[in-house]
C-alpha cells in the first residue's frame, strides 16, 4: 500500500510515499531523487531536507533514479538506488563515486523480508512513533489516512480501526 504525502505533510514527514508493506507489517518512506546529467551524473541533496530525513534514519530511504530516458518508464524500479537517509550529507551524489552501501530493487525487497529493510509497525502506537519526532499537529491527514488502512489484512478479510476522536 502507497501513501503519498502532499507538500503540507512534507514538510513534517520528509518523504514523497510512505510505503506498508503487508506481509511484514513494515513500513518505509521514500524520497525520490531525479539524475542531473549535467557534467557528471548526481543526484543533488538538500542540507535542510537531509537533516529531517535523517529524524527517520530507522525506515528512511532516497530513490535515487537511473531513469535517463521516457521509455525507461517500464523498468523505472530496477534503474534506481535505495540509499539508506543515515548517510553523512552531501551536496550531490555522484552515479560513479557512489561508494556508500544501497540496494537495489531486488536486494531492498530482500531486506524488507528480511528485517534489515523498514520498520515493523502492528498499533497506532507503532505508527505514532515511527512518525517521531514530527509535530503531530500537522500531520492529520497522515493520521487519517495512513493509520486506518494501516492496519487492514485485506488477505484475512480483517479490518482494525482504530480511532480515539471516537
Not at 530507522?58 to 533514479?65: F, Q
Not at 518508464?73 to 560513479?96: D, G, M, Q, T
Request: aromatic letters at 14%.
Amino acid at each position: 500500500m502507497t501513501f503519498p504525502l502532499s507538500q503540507i505533510a512534507e514538510n513534517t514527514v520528509p518523504f514523497d510515499f510512505v510505503f506498508l508493506e503487508q506481509s511484514t507489517c513494515k513500513m518505509f518512506g521514500l524520497q525520490y531523487k531525479a539524475l542531473y546529467r549535467n557534467g557528471q551524473d548526481h543526484w543533488p541533496l538538500s542540507q535542510l531536507q537531509h537533516e529531517r530525513l535523517r529524524a527517520f534514519h530507522d525506515w528512511g530511504y532516497y530513490c535515487l533514479s537511473e531513469v535517463t530516458s521516457p521509455m525507461d518508464y517500464k523498468i523505472a524500479i530496477h534503474r534506481a538506488r535505495f540509499v539508506p537517509v543515515s548517510l553523512n550529507f552531501e551536496p550531490r551524489l555522484y552515479a560513479n563515486r557512489l561508494d556508500m552501501r544501497y540496494y537495489r530493487w531486488g536486494g531492498f525487497i530482500a531486506g524488507l523480508e528480511g528485517c534489515t529493510v523498514g520498520r515493523r509497525v502492528a498499533t497506532r502506537q507503532d505508527v505514532e512513533q515511527a512518525l517521531r519526532p514530527a509535530d503531530r499537529d500537522y500531520i492529520e491527514e497522515v493520521d487519517r489516512y495512513l493509520v486506518d488502512v494501516f492496519l487492514a489484512n485485506l488477505q484475512e478479510r480483517r479490518l482494525l480501526h482504530l480511532d480515539d476522536r471516537l
